[in-house]
């Protein structure tokens, strides 16, 4: 009995120190996770744009229309955001670009494939109801070349082969130019019914509330 109590003691000690070099680890996971500002944290509204750089693909040119009508409705699913329309103020801005599998591909941009509009959106909670523009005047006029108007146009353009999800902070006159304080790349990520970048974006929020309630 003392023997078998002396290896039980013995074995105790041993992973005691392996316990606590977990914890640490842990800790340490924690601490290098990174977290979402804490204006994200307070968001409630969020304006959802085409990226200004994204052109439609030929073979589908309602693609990025689609697909920012896809976080709209998950975003609404969700409840913690109410999408706003444009010339409305927004804590965030959410720029979406489709992918189309290939590093360059034939897009159209320009004309009334831009144009957004007046759309009946079924939801979890409701029907939204509303009308706006492709991509926001005063987000992207920075930086952007050539003229807004004209008709639409042909060219090869060179992006990520991957849709994209951008989040931005709302709080300036032109969101779109600063760094996305979030970002999500992964095939077919804003495609319905999952749109498994607000997925990601929900759960990288509830991760750094949890963070938040951690500090001291």
Same mark, same amino acid.
């Given at each position: 009995? !003392? $023997?078998?109590? /002396?290896?039980?003691?013995?074995? *105790?000690?041993?992973? /005691?120190?392996?316990?606590?070099?977990?914890? #640490?680890? %842990? +800790?340490?996971? %924690?601490? +290098?996770?990174?977290?979402?500002?804490?204006?994200?944290?307070?968001?409630? =509204?969020?304006?959802?744009?085409?990226? !200004? #750089?994204?052109?439609?693909?030929? &073979?589908?040119?309602?693609?990025?229309?689609?697909?920012?009508?896809?976080?709209?409705? @998950?975003?609404?699913?969700?409840?913690?955001?109410?999408?706003?329309? #444009?010339?409305?103020?927004? #804590?965030?801005?959410? $720029?979406?670009?489709?992918? =189309?599998?290939?590093?360059?591909? !034939? *897009?159209?941009?320009?004309?009334?494939? %831009?144009?957004?509009? *007046?759309?009946?959106?079924? *939801?979890?909670?409701?029907?939204?109801?509303?009308?706006?523009?492709? &991509?926001?005047?005063?987000?992207?006029?920075?930086?952007?070349?050539?003229?807004?108007?004209?008709?639409?146009?042909?060219?090869?353009?060179?992006?990520?082969?991957? %849709? /994209?999800?951008?989040?931005?902070?709302?709080? /300036?006159?032109?969101?779109?130019?600063?760094?996305?304080?979030?970002?999500?790349? $992964?095939?077919?990520?804003?495609?319905? !019914?999952?749109?498994? @970048?607000?997925?990601?974006?929900?759960? $990288?929020? @509830?991760?750094?509330?949890?963070?938040?309630? +951690?500090?001291?």
């Amino acid at each position: 009995m !003392p $023997a078998r109590l /002396s290896w039980f003691l013995l074995l *105790t000690l041993l992973a /005691s120190p392996l316990n606590a070099k977990d914890k #640490d680890k %842990d +800790k340490d996971k %924690d601490k +290098k996770r990174p977290s979402l500002p804490e204006l994200v944290l307070r968001a409630r =509204t969020v304006l959802v744009v085409i990226h !200004p #750089d994204a052109g439609e693909p030929l &073979h589908h040119p309602t693609a990025n229309a689609t697909a920012r009508e896809n976080v709209e409705r @998950a975003l609404m699913n969700w409840g913690r955001l109410q999408p706003v329309l #444009d010339g409305q103020e927004a #804590d965030l801005v959410i $720029a979406v670009r489709t992918g =189309t599998g290939r590093m360059m591909s !034939p *897009t159209v941009k320009g004309g009334p494939i %831009d144009t957004r509009p *007046t759309v009946m959106q079924p *939801t979890d909670t409701g029907i939204r109801i509303g009308a706006q523009q492709g &991509h926001a005047p005063p987000l992207n006029d920075p930086g952007m070349s050539g003229p807004r108007g004209g008709g639409p146009r042909i060219s090869n353009e060179v992006g990520p082969s991957e %849709d /994209s999800f951008e989040v931005y902070l709302g709080t /300036s006159q032109y969101p779109l130019d600063s760094s996305p304080v979030w970002r999500y790349v $992964a095939k077919d990520c804003l495609r319905a !019914p999952v749109v498994s @970048a607000v997925e990601q974006f929900r759960k $990288a929020v @509830a991760e750094s509330e949890k963070v938040q309630q +951690k500090k001291p």
